[in-house]
Each structure stands twice: as structure tokens, then as C-alpha cells.
């Protein structure tokens, strides 16, 4: 009798404990009503679509750099000079040739004492070259005033280096006076000499070299 009282108290008692609210029932969680969301995919950045390349255009044919040379050569004197090509005569003053490419000009007077000059390689075209040969007049001139120039320089400088150390004042002074107008005369008789030798002027032209019994000449526009 005494047991089952107790058991009745005991349940009693259990049941108020149990509809009590706040308390997580035992079971499982329920399942929710939704579907839960896919995971986020990564996102890449696309690259920019590139611009089509323009159709190349064929190339042009290039040109050759160099062509031949129509040249007509004269003496602006009375000498006459022979054409070499890589040093071998050609022609002989006034004459025409048809030059290639890459041949070194050089031209030889015909005289005692000949001359030599170099032309060297003509550009493509028409070209006119005038051998001017040695001026004697000028050329004895300007040997004469060079060699006396030269003498009232070393003159001078002996008169102002003796003038000078032994204070020598109207020594001194002639010294320099000589000296300047020697150094003077020096440059113009060297430049005189300098214009008198013989030298060639390449240019430009459409001519040809003509000869009507004891004349002759050129042909052409220039």
C-alpha cells in the first residue's frame, strides 16, 4: 500500500515538470518547409574580346638605290684629260660615257707635269664634270708671295723676340708691325695658290659633247 502511494506522488509530480515551457524537446528537429539555397558559385572576370587585326598590304617592289650615270665630261682649258674608271682609261675630254654603279672616277691632264684628280663615285642620272687644270699665272704668283710673306714673318718675329727682350721699343714695334702685315700677306698668297691648282665641279646636266671641225663644245640644257 505504502509503494503504490508513493508511486502516484511520484507522478504527480512528473507531470507539471514536463508541460513546463522553455524546455528543448528531446527528439530530432523538425525539417523545414523550404530547400535550403545552392552555394554561391565563384564569378571569373571575362577577358575584353580582342579588335581583328587590319589585312596586311602587300609590300611594294622596292627600287633599286642606284642606276646608272650619264655623264659627259669636259676640260674648261686647254688640256685634255683622260677618264679612268678604277684606273683604267675610257675616253679622253669631251666625251660622254654610261657609267654603272659603284666605279670610282678619276680623271689624268695631259700635259708635262700631269694632274691627277678624283672624282669619285657619280650619283645616278645626268651629270656634267669640269676638269679645270692648273692656273700657271696664279700658280707662280702665288708661289712668289708665299715665299716672301713667309720671309717678313720669321723677320718680324725676330725683330720683336730681340726688340722686345733688350727694351728695344722702335725694334719691338717694327718687329710687330712687320710681323702682322707679313702674317697677312701669308694667308692671301696661300689662298691664291689654293684657287690656282687644278681641280673638277660635278653637277647636274643634260648635255652632250659636240665636235664641228675645230670647235668644240657642248649640247644641252645646263
Known amino acids: 500500500m505504502r509503494k ?5 506522488v511520484l507522478g504527480l509530480l512528473a507531470a507539471p515538470a514536463a508541460a513546463q515551457p522553455g524546455q528543448a524537446p528531446s527528439g530530432p528537429a523538425p525539417t523545414p518547409p523550404y530547400p535550403e539555397p545552392a552555394p ?18 602587300p609590300m611594294p617592289p622596292q627600287q633599286p638605290m642606284n642606276g646608272p650615270t650619264r655623264a ?11 677618264v679612268r674608271l678604277d684606273n683604267n682609261a675610257v675616253c679622253t675630254t ?10 670610282f672616277v678619276t680623271l689624268a691632264s695631259q700635259d708635262r707635269s700631269p694632274s691627277r684628280l678624283s672624282v669619285g663615285y657619280l650619283p645616278p642620272g ?3 664634270v669640269q676638269a679645270k687644270p692648273r692656273s700657271e699665272g696664279a700658280f707662280a704668283a702665288g708661289v712668289t708671295f708665299t ?13 720683336t723676340s730681340v726688340g722686345c727682350a ?46 664641228a671641225g675645230n670647235t668644240v663644245g657642248l649640247a644641252g640644257t645646263f
Not at 669631251?94 to 666605279?103: G, K, T, V
Not at 720669321?154 to 725683330?159: K, M, R, V
Open 40 to 57: 554561391a558559385q565563384p564569378q571569373y572576370s571575362q577577358p575584353a574580346p580582342e579588335a581583328p587585326m587590319p589585312p596586311q598590304q
Open 166 to 211: 733688350t727694351d728695344r721699343s722702335g725694334m719691338c714695334k717694327a718687329g710687330l708691325i712687320t710681323g702682322g702685315a707679313s702674317a697677312v700677306a701669308l694667308y692671301l698668297s696661300i689662298d691664291l695658290l689654293r684657287s690656282s691648282l687644278p681641280r673638277v665641279d660635278v653637277g647636274p646636266a643634260q648635255a652632250r659633247p659636240y665636235a
Open 72 to 82: 659627259t665630261f669636259v676640260s674648261t682649258g686647254e688640256v685634255r684629260w683622260d
Open 4 to 8: 503504490s502511494i508513493c508511486w502516484i
Open 94 to 103: 669631251p666625251c660622254s660615257l654610261l657609267i654603272d654603279p659603284l666605279h
Open 126 to 128: 645626268d651629270v656634267l
Open 147 to 159: 715665299t716672301f710673306s713667309g720671309m717678313g714673318v720669321i723677320t718680324g718675329i725676330t725683330l
